[in-house]
């Protein structure tokens, strides 16, 4: 029974993304239509509606989104198809040059170049993916809606008549790729549904949570402050906060010491060799803050703590009999997050993780599994809150970015399934 309810929720989701992608290249024929120099960047389909990147000559207004939506109604109603269009990667690319697209004309020049685009790792969009032979893109897919062409490789829905109904949500800042030495786009968000009372109930959700906004409440509280001497996104908490904080630290700790949770804690800096040996420096030394001393060594303020609980646990010789060992903390962990992404507690440079690894046997994982989705459920159940299951799976195509063989990631996700149907729990991936 669960299993048909989890392919038919992944199944509704997928459906749902798609139309929402669609959403988003009809926004973008609308600004096109409006403002025939608009160079586009990237607009995927992303949790709760869709954006796209956009460089203009003119500063949206609230009221230029009304003038979109007017735009995107018309365009709808002419049922327009989203006809897939297969191009040579230097075709495409001569294309968009002669469509003064330069951010499309970059990520092709990437697809060429090496198969991929880093965009896909910084915004999740993985539409620009062609077919690839060992050196780069051989082939890339654009679709067409009208007059509007853009480079992505789908799926879309059949013609504009299937996309559902839509409003556009605000504007914002986004610099291309992330980078704040790249231009400064505006980026458009809107938001797409099956039918008007899914999207009257989203809406009427968004206002309920500004109500309950945590930034506005922690004020009003007297929860938190922060300040701009000590710096955006590193929380001061007051003594009501803290008093808050440690409760909720104890409650955590109840709910982990009966499992055989044991305690540990761990500094705030590290060598920077730790994150070499870990592989984590490759991937992460941009966000991390880097410290100098007297030494000469260099040392970074720590990111993450798994590499830290390694090193507790190798600090000794170790019998198999004494797995599973379960070590846990509660620290704050700090990241070079860009200023624009910063809000509230929700985006900061400190964060205060609950944090524990376990160390097993490739037979334990389903229990410590069990156990680690008992506590979870005992934390969020009193306050009145449901789960959701959103099942993260390796990359088999892209296995160097993964420690562990296939077999060894095959079977501990099957696991992890397995865990799922016995609770009978939904998810999606």
Same mark, same amino acid.
Not at 75 to 96: T, V
């Given at each position: ?18 139309? !929402? ?129 853009? *480079?992505? !490789?789908?799926?879309?829905?059949? &013609? ?62 007297? *929860? ?17 906060? &803290? ?28 060598? $920077? ?38 090193? /507790? ?5 170790? $019998? ?10 509660? &620290? ?8 624009? &992404? ?33 506590? /979870? ?14 099942? $993260? ?37």
């Amino acid at each position: 029974m669960s299993t048909s309810v989890e392919v038919a929720d992944e199944q509704a989701q997928l459906e749902l993304d798609r139309m !929402r992608h669609s959403t988003a290249h009809l926004m973008a024929a609308a600004v096109q239509l409006l403002w025939p120099e608009a160079k586009f960047g990237v607009g995927p389909a992303i949790k709760n509606g869709f954006y796209y990147d956009i460089e203009l000559p003119v500063a949206l207004s609230p009221k230029d989104l009304e003038r979109i939506e007017i735009k995107m109604r018309e365009l709808k109603n002419k049922k327009l198809p989203y006809q897939r269009i297969e191009m040579d990667i230097d075709a495409a690319i001569e294309e968009m040059k002669q469509r003064k697209q330069p951010y499309k004309v970059e990520l092709l020049s990437l697809l060429k170049e090496r198969g991929s685009t880093a965009v896909i790792e910084e915004t999740g969009d993985d539409d620009a993916i062609g077919v690839s032979n060992d050196q780069g893109v051989e082939k890339v897919s654009f679709y067409q809606t009208g007059h509007f062409v853009d *480079l992505c !490789r789908g799926p879309h829905v059949d &013609t504009t008549s299937q996309i559902g109904v839509f409003k556009l949500m605000s504007i914002a800042g986004a610099y291309w790729r992330g980078n704040e030495k790249n231009p400064q786009l505006q980026r458009l968000y809107g938001t797409a549904f099956n039918n008007k009372e899914e999207l009257d109930h989203y809406l009427w959700f968004l206002e309920e949570a500004k109500k309950r906004d945590h930034r506005r409440l922690g004020q009003e509280l007297d *929860l938190f402050t922060f300040s701009d001497l000590v710096g955006g996104g590193l929380p001061l908490f007051t003594p009501k906060g &803290t008093l808050i904080r440690n409760l909720l630290e104890d409650f955590v700790q109840s709910l982990q010491e009966p499992h055989g949770y044991q305690r540990v804690h761990i500094p705030h800096i590290t060598k $920077s060799d730790l994150y070499k040996v870990s592989g984590h420096w490759d991937k992460f030394q941009e966000d991390i803050f880097h410290v100098s001393g007297k030494s000469g060594e260099d040392f970074c303020i720590k990111p993450m703590n798994c590499p830290h609980h390694t090193q /507790i646990y190798a600090s000794r010789m170790r $019998s198999y009999r004494e797995l599973p060992i379960r070590l846990s903390e509660v &620290t704050a962990v700090y990241r070079d997050e860009l200023p624009g &992404t910063l809000h509230g507690l929700s985006r900061v440079r400190a964060i205060t993780q609950d944090d524990a690894h376990v160390f097993c046997r490739s037979e334990q994982v389903a229990e410590e599994v069990q156990r680690i989705y008992s506590i /979870i459920e005992g934390f969020y159940k009193p306050f009145g809150m449901d789960l959701s299951v959103q099942l $993260s799976l390796w990359d088999e195509k892209h296995p160097e970015k993964y420690l562990g063989t296939p077999e060894i990631w095959h079977d501990a996700q099957e696991q992890l399934r397995q865990v799922l149907r016995d609770k009978n729990v939904s998810w999606t991936k």
